[in-house]
């Protein structure tokens, strides 16, 4: 079946730290990928997005590139703020077709705390 | 203009008591999801609706886990005779159709003592 793998947390950095989360996926076919964040007391957002190879999805300076080779979605920033303090999930979805209705598939989540 | 909503946003249940968890998504979305969400976890797939039809249920942990929408808007996740296990965030989201965004309320969290 389809699983995402992200690296464990938390991850703590000082702020304009880079930022690297990884995420690798297991998946039949040519999933779509997200990446979802999680403010504090909010729900769900949608971060950023890529549906086929090779795709960059990016948002907000954030920055996730599809890549087939190695299953991968990595997400990276070059300079966090304290506002990018939140939990953020990887999740994919299998493309149209069959039964996958989109229904997404997470990983556990990385809690990211940024420190002035 | 208004995004998914959830009630209640807290639930305490006695273990054996019945639950009902409201979800009103985004008006004109077509497709509702519903996911559990245990501490420190990923969100796990429960169950879909395209307009009233509930299309997959094959998430639903037990047939204690029931979910309706009768309407094609506003959906209801029930759970019979709860468990301790039972204890997690439920998120509901809607999309337009699918593969689209999926938009996520707030969630429930159900504590069960």
């Known amino acids: 079946g389809n699983s995402v793998t992200q690296m464990e947390g938390p991850v703590t950095l000082s702020e304009e730290a880079f930022l690297t989360i990884n995420c690798t996926y297991t998946a039949t076919g040519y999933p779509s990928l997200f990446w979802y964040v999680q403010y504090p007391g909010e729900g769900l957002q949608l971060l950023l997005k890529?549906?086929?190879?090779?795709d960059k999805g990016s948002n907000k300076g954030f920055e996730a590139t599809y890549r087939k080779e190695t299953t991968s979605f990595h997400l990276e920033k070059g300079s966090v703020q304290v506002s990018d303090s939140a939990v953020y999930f990887c999740a994919l979805s299998r493309n149209a077709g069959g039964t996958s209705y989109g229904k997404l598939t997470f990983g556990q989540g990385t809690i990211l705390t940024v420190h002035p | 203009g208004a995004g998914v909503s959830q009630s209640p946003r807290y639930k305490v249940a006695k273990r054996g008591q019945d639950v009902a968890l409201r979800c009103d998504p985004i008006?004109?979305?077509?497709?509702l999801f519903w996911y559990q969400q245990a501490l420190g976890q990923g969100p796990e797939f429960l169950t879909y609706f395209q307009n009233e039809a509930q299309l997959d249920k094959s998430g639903l942990p037990s047939d204690r886990f029931f979910a309706e929408r009768p309407e094609g808007s506003v959906s209801t996740l029930k759970i019979q005779r709860t468990q301790q296990e039972d204890s997690a965030v439920y998120l509901c989201?809607?999309?337009?159709?699918?593969?689209?965004?999926?938009?996520f309320g707030p969630g429930t969290r159900l504590t069960v003592l």
């Open positions: 008006s004109g979305h077509v497709s």
């Open positions: 890529a549906t086929k190879a090779d």
């Open positions: 989201a809607s999309s337009f159709l699918t593969p689209n965004e999926q938009f």
